[in-house]
C-alpha cells in the first residue's frame, strides 16, 4: 500500500510537489489544518510559496496532538527553506530552527520582530524571487526527503535546515540544535536542592602530564560540527587574527543584545579554534539558566537560612548606590528576587544563590544589587574538571585584585627558573615579534594556590606601555603560559585604537569617572604617564626568585579529583566556601561537556567599569596582607588604591 501524504498549503509550490508525487503515493491535499484521520497520514507536508510562520506555529500544536511528523518548506528572502522533519515528542522543532536561523543574521532583532508581527497577524512576507525553476529544485530535495523518510532512511532535513539560493539554485545544508527554553518541545527540569547536589566522582586525567579529563583531539570532532555554522549555529562566525605574537582565533557568540566574541590563545591556530569554541559554550552556558528553569523567588528575610547572604560577596559602595542613574539598587532583604540552588563545599548541602550572581547578564535592568561578570564560570570534560577550573579563575582575579587595592610589593619571578622550554621560547618569542619585555610576581594569597601577576612592557616608542594579565594553576608554569597568551592577545592589535584614542585615555587618567567599559582598564594603563601607578610592583628591588623557591605545591595525582579535593581542603583550612552552580545545558551535555560558575565568598570579585568595583564588605582584603607580611598592620578601606585596577 502507498504511503499517505498530508499536503497543507496553496500555491506553486505545493501544486508542482503534488503532481510530481501523485504517481507514488496517495496524497490528501489541503489548504488549511482541517480535521484529518491522523492515523492514517505518515507524513505531513506545510508548503507555502511566501513566508508565514503564524502556520508554523498551527502546525507545531496539530501534529504533535496527533503524533504525526511534519516536513515545512517555504521562500524567505530570495531563498527557499526546507525543514526541519519535526518528529513529534522529540526536541528539535519548527520553532528551535527558526531562533537559531534569526539569531544568525545581522539583523536578528528586526527579523525576530518581522517574525512575531507575522506570527500574530498570520500575513505572509511577500517574495519577489520565487519562479517556477526554484520551486522545481525544491520539490526534487523534497522529494528525496520524502523517500528516505518512508524507506526508514536518515533524512538530510532531520534537525537541518535547506537552504536553497532561488538565484544559483546552490543548495546547503545546516545543522542547528534545540532550544533549551522552546515552549513547544522543550522538557528542561525545574531547579531544585536535589539537582544542586554534588557528590564528587573520580575523573582521571588524560596523562600525568595534563590536568584535562577529556583531550581536545577527542572533541575536535563534534566541537565544529555541533556548534559553529554561519547560518544555525550556536556559534556563526570565526576569525583567525594573524597580527598577536601567537595563534590567536576567535568565534562569535550571537545574540539579541549584540555579538560577543570569544577567543582562544595558544601557540597552534587549531588548538585555538578549539579553545575558542568551548570558550563561547563556556559563556553561552553563563548569561542565563537553560538547563534548569528558576522557580524560587522570594526575599532574603524569608528564606535566609537556607540561602547564601548577598552582602558577603561584596558589593558596590555606598555613595554609588546613592547617585542618581547608578544601574543597581542597594541590597534589601526584604525585596524579593530570583534564587537558584548551588551547593555549598564548606556547609555540604545545596544553598540558594541569587540568580543575578549565577548568571551574568541578569543585573542590570532587573533592579540587581550587584554587577557580575563571567568570572568563576569553567567549562569542562567533567564536572569534577569545570569546578577546578572555575576555582582557578576565581583565584586568579582575586589575587590580581588583592595586590593592586593593598599594592603589594610581591616578589618578583626569574621566569628562565620554571626551566620549562616551551615558556622560554614563548618570552623570546614576546620579546622579538611583540616587542615586550615580561614581568612576572608571584601573588599566591593565604590558601597557598598558586598564581601570578604578569606585566609585559613595551621595548617600542608606539603601542601600549603596559599590558597587564594574571594566572592561577596547581602547576605555575601552566599559569604563567596561560597569563603570557593574554597578554599577547592585546600586543599589536590594539595600536591603532591606542593611537586614535589616546586623549580619551588621558582624561581618564585625570579622571577615574570616565573608566566606564572593560576595555578601557587596559587601555589606560597603556600611557606612559599610567606607569608609576604600578611602581609597587615595578621599582620592588628585592632579589627576584627562582620558581622552587616561591612555589611549594606538589601534585602527583592521576585524579583530578584528587587535585580538586585538595583545593577544597586548602580553602577550608582558611574558612573560605566553594560555592558551585551548575551551568550545563542540553547542547554541551549531549557532549560530556559540563559548565559551572564558582562562587567564593570573601575573594574579591571582578569586574569593569571604574564605578562598579565591588570591595565593600570584604574584610579579608584588609587582613591577608598583614598575615602575609606585606604590610605591619590591618588595612581599613581608606587606605585601598582608589584608582581603577589595570586588568584588561
Known sequence: ?????????????????CTELSSEYLIVRQTHFDSVESETIDLALVLQDEWNPSIHQIAEDVFRASNTPWLRSFVSFGEGIIGPLVQPGIPGCSQCADLRRVLTGSHRKEMWQMQKNLEATGKTQQEAWTSRTGFSQMVQLLKAEVQMLIQGKQTLSEKRLGFINLKTLKISWHSFLPVPQCTVCSSIPDDSPDLARISLQKSPK????SYRTRSLDDLKSVLGKDYLDSRTGLLNDKMYNLVPPFADVSVNLPLFEGDEGTAGRTNSYAVSELTAILEGLERYCGLKPRGKRSVVYDCYHNIKDQALNPQVVGVHEEEHYQRPGFPFEKFDPDRPMKWVWGYSFLQE????????????SLGCGSRGFVYETSNGCALGGSLEEAIFYGIMEVVERDSFLMTWYAKL?????????????????????????????????????EHGIPSIVALAKNRKQKGLNLICAAGAHLDPVRAVKTA????????????EKYEA????????????????????????????????????????????????????????????TDDLQDILQALRNVNLDVIVID???????RNGLHCVKVLIPGMVPMTFGHH???????????????????????????????LPHPFP
Not at 565593600?616 to 581599613?636: A, D, K
Open 1 to 17: 500500500m502507498s504511503a499517505v501524504l498530508l499536503v497543507v498549503g496553496e500555491g506553486l509550490l505545493a501544486d508542482l510537489f
Open 206 to 209: 588524560v596523562s600525568m602530564e
Open 349 to 360: 548541602r545545596p544553598i540558594l544563590v541569587p540568580e543575578l550572581l549565577a548568571y551574568y
Open 409 to 445: 610589593s610581591l616578589p618578583r619571578l626569574d621566569p628562565y627558573s620554571a626551566e620549562d622550554e616551551e615558556l622560554v621560547l614563548m618570552i623570546d618569542r614576546m620579546r622579538v615579534v611583540g616587542g615586550y619585555d615580561l614581568y612576572l610576581y608571584n601573588s599566591t594569597m
Open 484 to 495: 603570557v597568551h593574554e597578554l599577547a592577545g592585546m600586543m599589536l592589535t590594539l595600536d
Open 501 to 560: 584614542n589616546k586623549e580619551e585615555y588621558v582624561r581618564m587618567l585625570h579622571d577615574s569617572t570616565f573608566v566606564q567599559q572593560m576595555d578601557d582598564h587596559g587601555m589606560l594603563y597603556g600611557l606612559p604617564q599610567a606607569e608609576e601607578r604600578l611602581n609597587f610592583l615595578l621599582s620592588n628591588n628585592s632579589p627576584i626568585k627562582s620558581f622552587n623557591e616561591e612555589f611549594k605545591w606538589r601534585s602527583n595525582h592521576v585524579d583530578l
Open 583 to 589: 551551568q550545563t545545558t542540553p547542547e554541551i551535555k
Open 612 to 642: 562598579l568595583k565591588r570591595v565593600s564588605g570584604l574584610e579579608r582584603i584588609l587582613r591577608v596582607p598583614l598575615e602575609l607580611g606585606y604590610t605591619t598592620e590591618s588595612l581599613i578601606p581608606e587606605k585601598l588604591n582608589p
